[in-house]
């Protein structure tokens, strides 16, 4: 179990190396924001033996490279004061860490956004926090590209229904009409279970609100009720990597995204487990290279990132805004080191 400063830094070493190597930017740098968004207390304080929930096995850190038609970028998504035990506690050190990361990428114009939105979905007092065991939001910071993102559990203690009311309500109080998040919602009801929400973007003009969910039961992605979802790309993304293989529902997660300054949609994403899916790492480098190939994106790096064990899968994505523009995402986490 990682607990300490150091003990984190040497398990993300050969990550964040990675991060530095391929995105451009100091390893100075890069190790500073990755301690900025982890927000792991100096040793000696908090109560130890917290756990994460961003990865399948336990680690606090991703790195996600995105590919679009005309030109790739990174950042870095982490689990903030994951090894803190209590969750109010963690809470307080995801808190700052937000603040810290909305100064740092120049996106102090989300801090009053994230602001109600915490507000909204998070309770007062330390038995409230007790259902977030696995801590309450995760944080995002652009690498070469500006921005930040905040994700709040948004699961309710798995009640559904209540869930998408919570989360029907937040949509109407941030964004200035509400019509197209209200009727994804009502279809959204019918086959799947909230997971989260978040804040997306650098300023308001840029910002999204985010939903993201897993399906309750085997649902056709044209059958959703969400028009977005029609494109031809998702369908062929999710047939090209699944392929023969067995794949719970649990590991698939959607989203969709809704501009801020006018309640539209904006985007969605399918994202694929990929500790779900046993490949080993040339059969990723194939399955990535063929899916930029196929939809005209510019090439990922994905040899280097896998070979030599220096980093795996954690999801692959493929995300598709209103005007049909393609990208898709990999997310790598840290591999343990013999």
């Known amino acids: 179990m990682l607990e300490t400063r ?18 451009r930017v100091s390893p100075t740098t890069v190790e500073s924001l990755s301690q900025t968004l982890l927000a792991i207390p100096p040793d000696g304080q908090g109560s130890r033996g917290g756990k994460s929930g961003l990865n399948s096995d336990g680690s606090p850190l991703q790195l996600c490279l995105t590919a679009t038609p005309k030109y790739s970028h990174s950042r870095l998504l982490s689990d903030p004061g994951f090894v803190l035990a209590d969750p109010k506690e963690r809470f307080v050190a995801s808190r700052q860490a937000l603040a810290d990361i909305l100064e740092l990428t120049a996106s102090q114009q ?3 956004l994230c602001d109600r939105t915490l507000r909204w979905y998070l309770p007062e007092d330390a038995a409230g926090f007790a259902q977030f065991t696995s801590g309450v939001l995760w944080l995002g910071a652009g690498l070469d590209t500006p921005g930040c993102a905040m994700y709040v559990d948004a699961r309710r203690n798995g009640n559904f229904q209540e869930a ?5 309500q937040w949509l109407a109080n941030i964004l200035p009409n509400s019509s197209a998040s209200g009727s994804a919602i009502a279809a959204l009801r019918n086959y799947a279970y909230l997971q989260s929400i978040g804040i997306e973007g650098s300023n308001l003009n840029n910002a999204r609100a985010k939903l993201y969910w897993r399906f309750l039961r085997p649902t056709r992605l044209d059958q959703m009720g969400l028009e977005i979802f029609k494109n031809p790309a998702f369908a062929s993304f999710l047939t090209f990597v699944i392929r023969d293989s067995i794949l719970q529902l649990s590991g698939i997660v959607p989203s969709l995204g809704f501009e801020i300054s006018t309640g539209e949609t904006h985007d969605a994403k399918i994202d694929v487990c990929g500790h779900c899916l046993a490949y080993s790492s040339s059969k990723w480098i194939e399955l990535v290279n063929c899916c930029t190939q196929m939809y005209g994106l510019t090439n990922l790096p994905v040899s280097e990132a896998l070979e030599e064990n220096r980093s795996s899968v954690s999801y692959l994505g493929m995300g598709c805004d209103l005007s049909g523009a393609l990208r898709v995402n990999l997310y790598l986490k840290a591999t343990a080191q013999n």
């Open 110 to 112: 989300l801090a009053s």
């Open 164 to 168: 998408w009311d919570w989360a029907q």
């Open 6 to 23: 150091l003990e984190v830094s040497l398990y993300l070493q050969n990550l964040l190396q990675l991060a530095a190597s391929l995105s």
